[in-house]
């Protein structure tokens, strides 16, 4: 409440019993009890009463449009489809197709270009081993 700690709330009532006395403190907190209840009703009737004309004067459609528009899932990837006439329909499906096709072309050519690497690979590494294991001839020493 207003930031206050308890601490702070004990000090708050110790003054208050000094200085309005015993007496008149149980109806100084009724009175500020009632106080606080009517803020609080008119915080309530004021929330209320701007609902009710955002209602009315429609701006709870365009909350809700906005809100949609800021929503991906509802703009996405349908939503262009829609917008460009590919949505889910023959074309669709023969554009699929020639996708499917040029995938597995694709996937062909890359696994033939790794197959052909490693061979490559596995032919470099053989000469290397042959070379190292061979031992250097001397070099032919010059006759005078």
Request: aromatic content about 4%.
């Amino acid at each position: 409440m207003f930031g206050l700690g308890w601490s702070e709330m004990l000090v708050v009532g110790i003054v208050a019993l000094i200085v309005i006395g015993p007496k008149d403190l149980p109806g100084l907190f009724r009175t500020v009890g009632q106080f606080t209840g009517k803020a609080r009703m008119m915080a309530r009737e004021f929330s209320n009463a701007m609902n009710q004309a955002a209602d009315q004067s429609g701006i709870n459609e365009v909350s809700k449009t906005l809100n949609a528009a800021a929503n991906p899932k509802k703009f996405g990837a349908d939503k262009l489809k829609e917008a460009t006439g590919m949505a889910k329909g023959p074309a669709t499906a023969e554009l699929s197709a020639e996708r499917q096709a040029a995938k597995e072309k694709m996937s062909k050519a890359m696994g033939d270009a790794a197959i052909a690497r490693k061979a490559k690979e596995a032919e470099k590494a053989a000469v290397k081993t042959t070379d190292a294991a061979a031992p250097e001839s001397p070099a032919p020493e010059a006759k005078s």
